[in-house]
């Protein structure tokens, strides 16, 4: 299985800051990285796929980048609404696999 | 809109047979070219796939479940079902169906969980 390591686990930050999660895959994953965020209680939703593109809906203060081993989400102004956790998952080779969260607080 | 659903038991016996259906609606099971997924998240983890299943049938299983794990479809009634068998407390998590979009057969192209039910949680306990 193709592992996903991201960093850091937990990030405390600002409103109004830039903020930089990243993803490394054990092996090549390609392009097929995809970001997802998840609220408390509720469903994970897409933010990002094929490394870089922006699913429909989503802010553009979200963009993410990386091909191969590493990736990054940044997120260039924090709103209160991102305040959540992150996670990559790579489509590129069964079976799919997810990292292990990134949980963004309010400093 | 394309909407899905979870229901089924929230309690179920340890070495009894765990069951979920998701009903999709807002659209047809059979059109779009996705996947339909099952995917689980342990309280306080990370997201662990089950496995999809094609609207043809044709079934992919994550291999750490695929010999408890059965995932069915019923086109008619536009769900799609989960089964594991021999439950155990490991087995406690939040349950999500959800749709995949492969960029071989999905005209989005995304290769990625785009649309998600809002999960059930099930625990497995005597």
């Known amino acids: 299985d193709t592992q996903m390591i991201q960093s850091p686990s937990s990030l405390s930050a600002s409103v109004g800051d830039r903020v930089t999660i990243t993803c490394r895959a054990s092996e090549s994953v390609n392009s097929y990285l995809n970001w997802y965020q998840q609220k408390p209680g509720k469903a994970p939703k897409l933010l990002i796929y094929?490394?870089?593109s922006l699913q429909r809906g989503v802010p553009s203060r979200f963009s993410g980048s990386g091909s191969g081993t590493d990736f990054t989400l940044i997120i260039s102004s924090l709103q209160l609404e991102d305040f959540a956790t992150y996670y990559c998952?790579?489509?590129?080779?069964?079976?799919?696999?997810f990292g292990q969260g990134t949980k963004l607080e309010i400093k | 809109q394309v909407q899905l659903q979870e229901s089924g038991p929230g309690l179920v016996k340890p070495s009894q047979t765990l069951s979920l259906t998701c009903t999709v609606s807002?659209?047809?099971?059979?059109?779009?070219?996705?996947?339909w997924s099952w995917i689980r998240q342990h309280p306080g983890k990370g997201l662990e796939w089950i496995g999809y299943?094609?609207?043809?049938?044709?079934?992919y299983y994550n291999p750490s479940l695929k010999s408890r794990v059965t995932i069915s479809v019923d086109t008619s009634k536009n769900q799609f079902y989960l089964k594991l068998k021999y439950a155990t407390a490991a087995d406690t998590a939040v349950y999500y169906c959800?749709?995949?979009?492969?960029?071989?057969?999905?005209?989005?192209?995304?290769?990625?969980?785009?649309?998600w039910g809002q999960g059930t949680m099930v625990t497995v306990s005597s």
């Open positions: 959800a749709s995949y979009c492969s960029s071989t057969t999905c005209y989005a192209n995304l290769d990625a969980f785009d649309i």
């Open positions: 299943i094609y609207s043809s049938g044709s079934t």
């Open positions: 807002g659209g047809s099971i059979s059109s779009g070219g996705y996947f």
């Open positions: 998952q790579q489509s590129y080779s069964p079976p799919r696999t």
């Open positions: 094929g490394a870089s």
